[in-house]
């Protein structure tokens, strides 16, 4: 079965601040797919980034960037110079390419961001 | 707003009543999925539609639990008999039906039961 970890549950930053959140991941699947959603206060959660278990390119989006290691099972996760609005719980999702279910999502159980001015 | 909507964002239950939740998923998305989140805690998997096919069930969902999305459209999710073990977040979220692409949240209905 699949799990995922985030052995962060909390961080504190002050603005400007990089902040990297650590993602581990448990799959049979050789195909597999891994998510970062943001849930602020609001509750809903917001899509971040997508990353095909075939594809280890690295990448940087604004002021998101993901390191992607196979080999360690880690996806983690970075917001480059923190603002206030970063503030909000992080979670990192994956989706196996064999289940049944479409894109069913198993979540890690999240890592709260606070971003100090 | 052509994103996910899910009815009521708030819900207060006695226990033993029967509540029903809406979500009106993004139109052109044929798979809907339902989520439970407790505090603190990541989201987990009850049920996934496929059109008007429910095409599988967690284990946490118990026989109280029921889920319809008739027409392939909105999809409504029952609890019957609420225990206080059911206050939660139920989120709601839908994707395209091809591909693995990402799944939309809607902003969830939050139970409690009292």
């Known amino acids: 079965a699949q799990k995922v970890t985030q052995a962060q549950t909390e961080i504190s930053v002050v603005e400007k601040e990089d902040v990297t959140l650590d993602c581990v991941y448990e799959t049979r699947d050789t195909t597999y797919y891994l998510f970062w959603y943001k849930q602020p206060p609001s509750g809903e959660l917001v899509f971040l980034i997508r990353?095909?278990?075939?594809?280890?390119q690295n990448e940087i989006s604004g002021r998101y960037s993901w390191n992607f290691q196979k080999s360690t099972s880690s996806f983690n996760f970075t917001i480059t110079a923190s603002q206030v609005v970063d503030s909000a719980v992080y979670f990192c999702?994956?989706?196996?390419?064999?289940?049944?279910?479409?894109?069913?999502?198993?979540f890690g159980g999240g890592t709260r961001v606070l971003v100090k001015p | 707003d052509t994103g996910v909507s899910q009815d009521p964002r708030h819900k207060i239950t006695k226990r033993g009543q029967n509540v029903t939740f809406r979500c009106d998923p993004i139109?052109?998305?044929?798979?809907l999925y339902w989520y439970r989140q407790t505090l603190g805690q990541g989201p987990e998997f009850l049920t996934y539609f496929q059109n008007e096919a429910q095409l599988e069930k967690s284990r946490l969902l118990s026989d109280r639990f029921s889920a319809e999305r008739p027409k392939g459209s909105f999809s409504t999710l029952e609890i019957q008999r609420t225990e206080q073990g059911d206050s939660a977040m139920y989120l709601c979220?839908?994707?395209?039906?091809?591909?693995?692409?990402?799944?939309?949240f809607g902003q969830g209905t939050r139970l409690t039961v009292v």
């Open positions: 990353r095909n278990s075939f594809d280890e």
């Open positions: 139109s052109e998305h044929n798979r």
């Open positions: 979220a839908s994707s395209p039906g091809t591909g693995r692409s990402e799944a939309f």
């Open positions: 999702a994956l989706s196996e390419a064999s289940g049944a279910a479409g894109n069913k999502l198993t």
